[in-house]
């Protein structure tokens, strides 16, 4: 079979077909992966504007814009929204532009599938998303879904599980995907130890999607025949068990927040040392790091529930696996550390962006710790410090290290460089109103102040203020996010092929932006 | 790794974006239907015949492909690693349910029982409640019930099963060794003893409900029995749909010996369904 491309290709072109159609029909990774970023970015400000309505309402305390009803709703949809909506697919928009150019292949494996696997979300999120004007409002027991407060929701519930399944079904597809243009598309001499850092993070990532969506699928699945068909697995009264749900569903739920970091862990690692001007230190570390934390993902799943009464043997063995983790994520800041020891570093909005994803994530991972101690959950459990310790890791984490990643690769996808001042404000900006949100939850939460309730006592009243000013700034701030790109797209002045000095890999070797195909003739690694 | 020096890139297709829009009539459908609403069931049937209408186009374009021999040896392994990974995620979606089972078998109902720990969770919510598996639990929800027993359909499904696994490994060698007659006559039996469980699945479920009285309400033993067979007797019959499937193309020709993925997927598939039903026999009807 080694007929050339054009020979096999049935339509003969090499570039888009023109019109709507291309991007309904494309099995073009750069296409899907281009509609992906949108879509992420559409859902971050759909998401954002909910996160806003709940933060107007915390501004004071009592009861001011919303009903609670529909503030459920509103942290119930914000997290679904930016998790399945936001997160989840700027990884996939990532992994879809840069696999193929960094490991020298055409497209991904699979182009049929990832069209597939984009077109379900549009579709998924507006059912979902259209639960919030039915007479019953949209989902509103939390985004875990329990049960019993989830099967008393009204008629957003099949909805809302339906629209589930088939954002399981998207991923479970990309993630096939991943593995397979991984495992089958390397260019020759490319090892699995000569990969990028990016693409070892997203191996593994999509190892604990195909692992883990399953089970949320079969979770809601059974709240679905609980409601519908009469089936008692989380009703005591039929010898089935509420916390029953809460196990399988953290189960999933657990691999599901390294499937939100694991990839950010692999754009900081190829972000720090391209502007380090060094190699990643310790890259056998990384990847093993990486691996271990994706395995002890899966026997952690109860610190999630700490307060739910679970025999102390549990409590204990899921502390001290929680804890475990702190050993593989402390080997990766302290390999990020050591690559900018002594290098010369200069400190462009990627690099600003993956510094500040070091520190603050940093954070975020020692307040993980703290919730780790069964004791000191018993206290922390429910309270706003829980929502301060998943922002830092998800905001100044994940999305910090989704923005780095547009910014670094951006003059590649275009061909055209961003404007470096407007970027550093952007990332200031960013950055204060991030903190000026989510660092004082900390302190009201240690104080007990609640989550998930739009009213609270008087004494935490002005930490709250401070916080809903930081979240309007940061909602504000993403404008001038959005002002950049299209300021990018429209320049016509064109960026080098290999944008930065100290980057390396296959995807610089080729033009900005690259060809349609990618590579059509395999690179050779040595 | 690609010796050739050359990529296989699919051209544009239509067939996902349809295949998309079938699954959200579909869903529509089926949510409305499940509120209640008269219109649901409709809805929900179009959307059905149109994704059954789709699934024919896509495959019907992917088997020609293949037939027109457009897809190299690369494309032959991203489809193995696709399958491989797929039949995976279906091994995680089973998973969830034998780890209710389990749950609620191992832990949940001896704490209802006052077990451990949990003896003021017995005092206090049903004193009179001994855990004893199988259980409808405290309230005997939808009242007393006689097991399915082992030994009976079950056993002679196994059977049919593990036969079923070894008659496709004979096709498979029939279509290796270029034996038509052989592959066909294979193949030909293992869709029959699919279809021959599917059948006596369907009885059994019958005979559950109306000589038994042990249906889907009765409590976590009817919940995690027909959530665990009912998936799989739903895996078996789309297994037997694409063993037939592959049986028509084998009928009109289709396959080499030295190249036959689409056989060997589904190949595989059946072993799977072959793997999980054991895990039924044992956890489920047997212990």
Known sequence: MSTDIEKLHDDHDHGPSSGIMRWITTTNHKDIGTMYLWFSLIMFFIGGLMALVIRAELFQPGLQLVVPGFFNQMTTMHALVMIFGAVMPAFVGLANWQLPIMIGAPDMALPRLNNWSF????????????????????????????????????????????????????????????????????????????????VWTWLITAFLLIASMPVLAGAVTMLLTDKFFGTMFFTASGGGDPVMFQHIFWFFGHPEV???????????????????????????????????????????????????????????????????????????????????????????????????FIVLFTIGGFSGLMLAMVPADFQYHDTYFVVAHFHYVLVPGAVFAIMAAVYYWLPKWTGKMYNEGLGKLHFWLTTIFVNLTFFPMHFVGLAGMPRRIPDYAVQFADFNAIASVGAFGFGLSQLLFVYILFNTLKKDVTAEDKVWEGAEGLEWTLSSPPPYHSFEKAPTVD | ??????????????????????????????????????????????????????????????????????????????????????????????????????????????????????VSTNLFLWPQFESVWPSNGPTNANGEFTLVKAGGIPAINTMLLLTSGLTVTWAHHGLKEQNRKKLIYGLATTVLLGFIFVGFQAYEYMHAYSDLNLKMTSGIYGSTFYMLTGFHGFHVTLGAIMLSVILFRCMKGHFAGDNHFGFEAVAWYWHFVDVVWLGLFIFVYWL
Request: no cysteine; charged share 5%.
């Open chain 1, 119 to 198: 077109w379900i979300l549009p579709f998924a999120f507006t059912m979902m998303l259209s639960t919030l004007f039915m007479e019953s409002g949209g989902p509103a027991a939390g985004w875990t879904l329990y049960p019993p407060l989830s099967l008393q929701g009204g008629d957003s519930f099949p909805f809302t599980i339906l629209a589930i399944h088939m954002l399981g079904v998207s991923s479970i597809l990309g993630a096939i995907n991943v593995i397979a243009t991984i495992l089958n598309m390397r260019a020759p001499g490319m090892t699995l130890m000569k990969m990028p850092i990016f």
């Open chain 2, 1 to 118: 790794m690609s010796e050739s020096n050359s990529y296989y890139v699919p051209h544009a297709s239509s067939w996902p974006f349809l295949a998309t829009v079938s699954v959200v009539v579909l869903f529509i459908g089926a949510a409305n239907y499940m509120n209640g609403y008269a219109s649901g069931s409709t809805v929900m049937l179009m959307g059905l015949a149109f994704l059954l209408i789709v699934s024919y186009g896509w495959f019907s374009a992917v088997i020609q492909e293949s037939e027109a021999g457009i897809y190299n040896a690369q494309v032959d392994i991203s489809f193995r690693w696709g399958m491989v990974w797929f039949i995976f995620s279906e091994v995680m979606f089973f998973a969830a349910f034998f780890g209710a089972l389990y749950y609620a078998r191992e832990l949940s109902l001896p704490w209802l029982g006052g077990e451990g720990s949990k």
């Open chain 1, 258 to 356: 390294y499937i939100l970091i694991l990839p950010a862990f692999g754009i900081v690692s190829t972000i720090i040392p391209a502007f380090s001007r060094k190699r990643l230190f310790g890259y056998d570390s990384m990847v093993y790091a990486t691996a271990s934390i994706a395995l002890l993902s899966f026997i952690v799943w109860a610190h999630h529930m700490f307060t739910v009464g679970m025999p102390l043997a549990g409590e204990i063995f899921f502390m001290f696996t929680t804890m475990l983790i702190a050993i593989p994520t402390g080997v990766k800041v302290f390999n990020w550390v050591a690559t900018m020891w002594r290098g010369s570093m200069t400190f462009e909005t990627p690099m600003l962006f993956a510094i500040a």
